[in-house]
């Protein structure tokens, strides 16, 4: 059983290097897609990640009980590949439905700490091999919004949580990765 943080910047080539490890597994992998169309244009990306995946992976999608999902579909004989912490966390703070100023502080929804708190608590139980993919943010300007920033540091502590509990985090930059913890993929 192994846990894999794959993360990098936009358009890095992180999503596409996570696949490369599920079919290199030989196991059956389970996709658990955490998107939600909110709008066409990402409705569109949805359809064409959907296309892409090999016919015989099972796409699961969740966008909030993240930590349900994993624990339901790892197994021994299978690799669970998570796209994407990062969209799984904006679901998280936008869930309670409240539309927040770009000023002041951000009071997160109340479900944001439990949810989360399980799913990490869920990286101790895994029973088999789990591959997360995420964003990193946080290596950019500060962004100057209040909502902005509350995500990129809710996303950096995140992936810092993330990685302490993987056994291998691998960071993705230009389709290139680099092995920052943990044996060479």
């Known amino acids: 059983m ?98 927040y100023p770009d000023v002041g502080d951000i009071a997160l929804p109340a479900q944001f700490h439990e949810q989360r708190q399980q799913f990490l608590a869920a990286l101790d139980q895994v029973a088999g091999d789990l591959v997360l993919v995420s964003n990193e943010v946080g290596m950019g300007i500060v962004p100057y919004g209040a909502i902005s920033r509350s995500f990129s540091d809710e996303s950096g502590r995140l992936n810092q949580a993330v990685a302490a509990a993987c056994d291998r985090a691998v960071f993705v930059a230009a389709g290139l990765p680099m092995v920052l913890k943990g044996a060479p993929c």
């Open 2 to 99: 192994t846990r894999t943080l794959v993360f990098g910047g936009a358009r890095s080539g992180k999503s596409a290097y996570a696949e490369r490890l599920a079919i290199a597994s030989g196991k059956e992998v389970v996709y658990i897609a955490t998107a939600r169309a909110g709008d066409d244009e990402m409705a569109t990306r949805i359809r064409h990640h959907r296309q892409q995946r090999p016919a015989e992976w099972t796409t699961v999608e969740e966008t909030l009980a993240l930590a349900d999902a994993v624990l339901r579909h790892c197994a021994p004989t299978r690799l669970v590949l998570v796209d994407c912490l990062t969209l799984w966390l904006s679901n998280l703070m936008f869930s309670g439905g409240a539309d």
